[in-house]
């Protein structure tokens, strides 16, 4: 944050905790501290577990090992109780995304001003390091959902599968003339729900995880007001750990929930568009 003489006021406080570290205008604006924490956390998370596999032992595992086991072990079993189909893919998918979108999310678990007070001693006053309160960031993941879903909807129906389920369900009929009548609106519906599922992707972990962002910047600034100005910067300092502590705890259940549920939405309608209607 740049120095200044005068004190900031909330306001301030806040739009500066919520503006991106920028390059670029217009369209090809790029968020670099998406790209670069988004990055960095899936190389050196995956990075991580590539190391463990290789290392693995079949006898007894290690603390780390035996992590990761569970939570592949946890995902693994969501996919075989929930995608009947084969593939290969779904998987491997399901883990990346939970592990992913959990450990991105975790960053909000750290201090607000930490990050960002730490690159301001190297000139960077800007910088949101929590990649799941960037609209562009859940949008991506959940466009490469919708991707993979026409992928699957093409290889397990054809075409022409996916073409007639298109114009005839939900509403169906065996009398021609009425089903011509109503493959527009069928095509209208089914249009209507397919955009939805990357939508509400995108926006339910967005929301959920600039919400609390913006609950954590503004418990910065509650403790600093109920310090007062003749207790100085220790009574609010001491503020601030009380209430982000007690904030926190609730947050984590709030950080997994969000990376699940992305996770299941993906293999349910992964799972549906490998189906027939």
Excluded at 102 to 110: G, R, Y
Excluded at 205 to 223: D, K, Q, R, S
Excluded at 231 to 249: Q, T
Aim: proline share 4%.
């Amino acid at each position: 944050m740049a120095t200044t003489s005068a004190p900031i006021t909330g306001n301030e406080y806040i739009s500066h905790h919520l503006v991106n570290l920028q390059a670029g205008s217009g369209f090809w604006t790029f968020h670099l501290d998406t790209l670069i924490v988004s990055g960095l956390i899936g190389c050196t998370v995956f990075g991580l577990m590539y190391f463990v596999g290789r290392r693995a032992t079949a006898g007894v595992p290690g603390k780390l090992q035996a992590f990761i086991e569970i939570v592949v072990g946890m995902v693994d079993r969501q996919v075989k109780d929930t995608f009947h189909g084969k593939s290969e893919l779904v998987t491997p998918l399901a883990i990346t995304v939970f592990i992913w979108i959990f450990c991105m999310n975790a960053i909000d678990l750290v201090p607000v001003d930490f990050i960002p007070g730490l690159l301001a001693l190297f000139g960077v006053h800007y910088f949101k390091a929590v990649p799941t309160t960037d609209p562009n960031a859940t949008f991506a993941m959940s466009l490469s959902v919708f991707t993979l879903i026409i992928v699957f909807n093409l290889r397990f129906k054809g075409l022409g599968g996916f073409l007639h389920e298109v114009f005839t369900a939900p509403f169906h009929s065996h009398n021609l003339l009425l089903q011509l009548v109503l493959a527009p609106v069928n095509f209208v519906l089914r249009m209507i729900e397919e955009v939805a599922k990357p939508v509400s992707l995108a926006l339910r972990l967005f929301g959920n995880m600039f919400a609390g962002e913006v609950l954590f910047i503004l418990v910065v600034l509650l403790a600093g007001a109920w310090s007062g100005p003749t207790l100085g910067s220790a009574a609010s300092f001491l503020g601030h750990v009380v209430l982000s502590l007690g904030w926190a705890i609730f947050h984590i259940l709030i950080v997994t929930l969000q990376a699940f549920v992305f996770m299941m939405l993906t293999i349910v309608y992964l799972t549906l568009a490998s189906e027939s209607h």
